[in-house]
């Protein structure tokens, strides 16, 4: 194969890859904004109701138990929503990927290889999602949130926001954003391409926990602006896009932290 002609399908595969990427993006948000629409129900009073995220108008009673299917449409609710939110900074990986992939192996298969890859940090994300479902369960046990998931209480509120500003200038923080940000740097480091089903769920699996461990924190702090006011999912989608990709990355990270340090003592203290 010609350089000219590889570099034709390079082309290729970066417009497949990158077309596939804005579709379930696209769907994912579609999915966020039909939920928020149903949450909001036209400023109806919810006084002594919680909603539930189903996009049909469900209502429950704010201090009755979950049942199997609440629990099912939050799960659903967080893994898609995460799928929303990470899909552009996965972009540089999996189309890092996909590239190294035909360069090192132009006759297999590398896009279903890139497809696998990406089940992988899906599924490591889908994992988040289950705790995260259960965190909010905890939450809303205790009274904690409000009809539209947000903090009901400051302490709570502040609390998080600090915790998620201090976490921001961790060195675990330090390590998962530097494999975040070094999708070359990340497969080197982990053996490169993986032509195996396996292999390639596993190192998207990997690539997927370090994703976790850079945005755990941000993420969290949906439970302070509410996991369905679609204003702060869209912020922190982007304040973990321009973390991941811009070359100053490390320093909004950490311009982050301070704000969200300050916001949490405001809300501890000067309530």
């Known amino acids: 194969m010609t350089d000219s002609t590889l570099e034709e399908v390079l082309r290729r595969d970066r417009l497949l890859v990158a077309g596939a990427l804005g579709a379930t993006a696209a769907l ?9 629409a149903d949450m909001d129900m036209g400023g109806m009073d919810m006084t002594g109701f919680r909603m539930i995220p189903a996009g049909l108008g469900f209502m429950a009673p704010a201090n009755a138990p979950w049942g199997g299917i609440e629990f099912a449409f939050v799960f659903v609710m967080w893994a898609i929503m995460m799928i929303g939110m990470m899909a552009p900074s996965a972009a540089p990986m999996l189309l890092m990927y996909a590239r ?19 089940a992988g940090y899906v ?27 947000a903090s ?3 302490v709570l509120g502040g609390i998080v926001l600090i915790a998620a500003g201090v976490y921001q200038w961790s060195p675990l923080k330090d390590v998962c954003l530097a494999r975040c940000q070094s999708p070359i740097g990340f497969l080197m480091r982990y053996g490169g391409f993986r032509r195996d089903l396996s292999g390639c769920l596993l190192m998207g699996l990997r690539h997927g926990a370090y994703c976790i461990g850079c945005c755990w924190a941000l993420m969290a702090l ?14 922190l989608a982007l304040l973990i896009l321009l973390e991941k990709l811009v070359p100053f990355g490390r320093w909004i990270a950490r311009a982050a932290g301070v704000a969200c340090v300050a916001a949490g003592a405001g809300m501890l203290f000067f309530r």
């Open 100 to 118: 190294v992939g035909r360069q090192g192996n132009v006759e297999g298969k590398p896009l279903a290889a890139t497809g696998w890859f990406a």
């Open 123 to 149: 599924l490591a994300w889908t994992g988040f999602s289950l705790a995260a479902t259960l965190i909010q369960w905890m939450i809303e046990r205790a009274a904690l949130l409000d009809s539209r998931m």
């Open 152 to 154: 009901a209480s400051n």
């Open 28 to 36: 994912a948000w579609g999915y966020v904004l039909w939920l928020a």
């Open 222 to 235: 949906l439970f302070v602006g509410g996991v369905m006011n679609v204003l702060w999912i869209a912020l």
